[in-house]
């Protein structure tokens, strides 16, 4: 692999913390390589990335677990899913991913983490989705026999209705 070159990398990343992160990363391509089937080693790989990332006050994700790692997204997801090392690497993944996922919803409450981001990092990668509900549990056809003053009443919150009759 060829080495890092601070000046090189230098010119298209300007902004400071971005070229931390590309350093950051590029320590983990330089570590030696483990033997992926033996969960110690990942464990302990993880482990080290997740130490750093405190260390450096770097936020953990699963693209820079898999760069100190030395494996893809792909491969990654194959181990979550239990299609690769189901009997060693699965239970322990999850609860990577999990650790992963209550550091984001940590970040974003507590406003280190915008939320937009949080929100797209969490749909994207923990399969959180948008679902509307409504705020209040009105059936149509309640509505319908009411009088029109009777709902401004209750949709104002002044005036509870006997929905029965349609008579306040």
Aim: net charge positive; proline share 4%.
């Amino acid at each position: 692999m060829a080495s890092f070159d601070r000046k090189y990398y230098g010119a298209y990343v300007k902004d400071k913390k971005k070229r931390s992160d590309l350093e950051f990363s590029v320590e983990g391509l330089k570590l030696p390589v483990i033997d992926y089937s033996n969960i110690e080693e990942v464990s302990e790989r993880a482990g080290l990335y997740f130490s750093r990332c405190a260390d450096e006050l770097m936020q953990p994700g699963v693209a820079g677990l898999c760069v100190w790692l030395g494996i893809t997204t792909e491969r990654w997801s194959d181990w979550v899913t239990g299609r690769e090392f189901s009997n060693t690497h699965k239970a322990f993944c999850e609860r990577i991913m999990t650790l992963l996922e209550a550091n984001i919803e940590s970040n974003m409450v507590n406003g280190q983490i915008n939320p937009v981001t949080a929100m797209f990092l969490l749909k994207s990668q923990f399969g959180y989705i948008d679902t509307p509900q409504a705020k209040k549990n009105i059936k149509p056809s309640a509505v319908r026999e009411l009088p029109i003053q009777d709902l401004l009443k209750l949709a104002e919150g002044k005036k509870k209705v006997d929905k029965s009759d349609g008579k306040s």
